[in-house]
């Protein structure tokens, strides 16, 4: 039976490696992004600006009312890089709005239509960085509070037959990570060679993970987190 999954910031990078993932699986894709998809990415582009509020739960009552929505995977975000003393109230409110509060409001939009078909899976991209990364006081709070929700979520909506679950990707190359680590920037170098497996992640990497958790068999995973980090979470244990 073909499902359709709702996956936010598709339009590049991880999101739209998740997207051509979900296709090749038979997936129907719908795309909320601001801006316009990259040549081949599959799927039904929506423009929308998830910064505002009324903006994202107009154009997800227009969505729920020509089609049923089987999977969301909340993966837009925004990462500002700057010390504490320079991170403004305006950047935090934007990575709030963006990285927490929109993921709140496309679950809470898409999980009675989940229920009533007694089927859904909900998949929250968050990132290594909640662990602790310098210059990440915005993008760390949000990421570890949409960890969180998926873990509410998980114990609210598990006994209705709707898995909620996070991936938490370590360094990935993508056109966001490059641009906040600049690749000349010693701070970059530095985490490349904390990586065990001795290379950046790809897109791809963090697709395979989230066909896992969409994948209809995957029922009794629940409110769990998935580092997908070349082993990085652990490289400051070891020598």
Known sequence: MSRTALVTGASRGIGRAIAVRLAGDGWRIVNFDLGPPSDGAPGEWVEVDLADAAA??????????????????????????AML?????ADFDLATAVNL???MICARA???????RGFGRILNISSRAHLGKTHRTAYAATK???LSMARVWALEYGASGVTCNTIAPG??????????????????????????IGRLGEPEDIANAAAF???ERS??????????????TLARGGS
């Open 110 to 116: 898409l999980v009675p239509g989940m229920q009533a």
């Open 171 to 196: 360094p990935i190359r993508t056109e966001l990570f490059e641009r906040v680590n600049p690749s000349g920037m010693p701070r970059t170098q530095e985490i490349i060679g904390t990586i065990p």
């Open 85 to 89: 003393e320079q991170t403004t109230d």
């Open 144 to 146: 570890g509070g949409i």
């Open 219 to 232: 029922d009794f995973v629940t409110g769990q987190v998935l580092y997908v980090c070349g082993g990085i």
């Open 213 to 215: 958790f969409l994948d």
């Open 101 to 103: 509060r929109a993921p």
């Open 56 to 81: 994202l739960e107009a154009a997800l009552q227009a969505l729920l009312a020509r089609q049923d929505i089987d999977a969301l995977v909340n993966n837009a975000a925004i990462a500002q890089s």
